[in-house]
C-alpha cells in the first residue's frame, strides 16, 4: 500500500502518519514495536515500566526488535518523581521521540534537542500549544473533546485548524480517531498525523484482559463518562459496574471543600498518586476501570495491529476519492 507523505511522517520517515498512542498499562514493547513495523509509530508511557531498571530494558529490547522510530511520553509534571531518569534514559538510547504530558516541557526540549530528539507536546488549547511552540517543541498532540483519559474540552473541529492557522508546527490530532473516515477529517482540518488509542485496545497484540476488549467492542458512544473519580483529573471511561463503584457524582461535604482551589488540587493529585502509583488491587485502579474515547461506538472487531493500519489506510484513500 502505498505511503502517505505529511510533514509528520516526512519528519519521521515513517510510511503512515499514525500513532499508536501511549496508553497507561496498556501499551507494551510488543504493541510499540508492532505499530511502528506496520509502517506507523508505535509510543507508550515511561510509567508503563517499573521499577526504571525494567523502563530502560523497555527501550533497548524495542530498539532490538525494530529499526523503526518509535516515541515515549513522559509526565513533565512533580507527581512523576522519575520524570529526570525517564528523560536521561531516553536520550542515552536516542529515542527519536518524546512527548510530554502536563507540567514545564522547557529542559525535556533543551536536552533532546542535544542529541537530535524531537519534542511534541500535549495540548488541548492555544494558550499552552503558544508556550510550547515558544520554548521550541517539533510538534503538538492537539487532544480534542473525546479522546480517550484526559481529555480537552474543545472539539476537534476548532481546536486543530486553531492551531494550525496560528502555529507553524505540525499537529497531530486526538480524540475519538478510530478509522480513515477519522483520518480524513483530521487532515481536511490541516493535521499532519492522527493519535489512535482506543481502536488499538482492540487488538490482538494488546496485552490487556480479555474483558477490556469485550468492553471496547460492545460500547457505544453513549457508554462513556467523563469523571475525576479514577486519578482526580477529568477523563473519559467506559460506564461499568466497577466505574460506578467509584461513586460518580460528588459528595455534598466534597462539593463544598472542592470549591477551595488548594483543596480540590490536594484532592486530585491524592487520587493521581493512588492510580498511578498505588496497589493495583485498590478501588480506584487503571486495572479495574476502562479508559476509552467516544470512538467506542465505531468498533466492533479485534484486529491486528498491522490490519488496523491498513484498513485505516484503505479507508481513508476509498473515502478521499468519493469525496464531493
Do not use: W
Not at 129 to 148: E, M, N, P, T, W
Not at 252 to 270: G, M, Q
Amino acid at each position: 500500500m502505498d505511503s502517505i507523505k505529511t510533514d509528520f511522517s516526512t519528519q519521521f520517515d515513517i510510511k503512515y502518519p499514525i500513532i499508536c498512542a501511549p496508553m497507561f498499562l496498556v501499551s507494551t514493547v510488543k504493541m510499540v514495536v508492532n505499530a511502528s513495523e506496520a509502517g506507523g509509530m508505535g509510543t507508550f508511557p515511561a510509567l508503563n515500566y517499573r521499577p526504571i531498571e525494567k523502563y530502560r530494558q523497555a527501550i533497548i529490547k524495542i530498539k532490538d526488535l525494530t529499526t523503526k522510530p518509535f516515541g515515549i511520553n513522559i509526565i513533565v509534571q512533580k507527581s512523576n518523581k522519575y520524570q529526570y531518569k525517564q528523560i536521561d534514559y531516553a536520550l542515552d538510547e536516542r529515542v527519536p521521540l518524546i512527548i510530554t504530558s502536563l507540567g514545564n516541557p522547557a529542559e525535556v526540549i533543551r536536552l533532546s534537542h542535544q542529541v537530535g530528539t524531537r519534542v511534541y507536546c500535549d495540548v488541548v488549547g492555544y494558550e499552552h500549544a503558544k508556550k510550547v511552540a515558544d520554548l521550541g517543541a517539533d510538534g503538538l498532540i492537539a487532544v480534542g473533546f473525546g479522546a480517550g483519559g484526559h481529555a480537552g474540552n474543545i472539539s476537534p473541529l476548532a481546536l486543530i485548524p486553531n492551531l494550525v492557522k496560528k502555529i507553524e508546527l505540525p499537529v497531530v490530532a486526538a480524540g475519538s480517531i478510530v478509522s480513515g473516515n477519522g483520518m480524513a477529517a483530521a487532515f481536511a482540518l490541516g493535521a499532519s498525523a492522527v493519535y489512535m488509542g482506543t481502536r488499538f485496545i482492540a487488538s490482538k497484540e494488546a496485552e490487556v484482559a480479555e474483558k477490556y476488549k469485550i468492553a471496547i467492542t460492545s460500547a457505544a458512544c453513549e457508554d462513556i463518562v467523563n469523571t475525576d473519580r479514577v486519578d482526580g483529573f477529568p477523563g473519559n471511561f467506559i460506564r461499568t459496574k466497577e466505574l460506578e463503584a467509584l461513586g460518580l457524582e460528588k459528595g455534598l461535604i466534597e462539593e463544598i471543600f472542592t470549591k477551595n482551589k488548594r483543596i480540590k488540587r490536594f484532592i486530585s493529585l491524592n487520587r493521581a498518586a493512588r492510580s498511578l502509583f498505588g496497589d493495583v488491587d485498590s478501588k480506584a485502579s487503571y486495572k479495574t476501570v476502562y479508559s476509552a474515547g467516544h470512538g467506542v461506538g465505531l468498533i466492533d472487531e479485534v484486529l491486528s495491529i498491522k490490519e488496523i493500519m491498513e484498513k485505516t489506510i484503505r479507508e481513508y484513500k476509498e473515502i478521499k476519492a468519493h469525496l464531493p
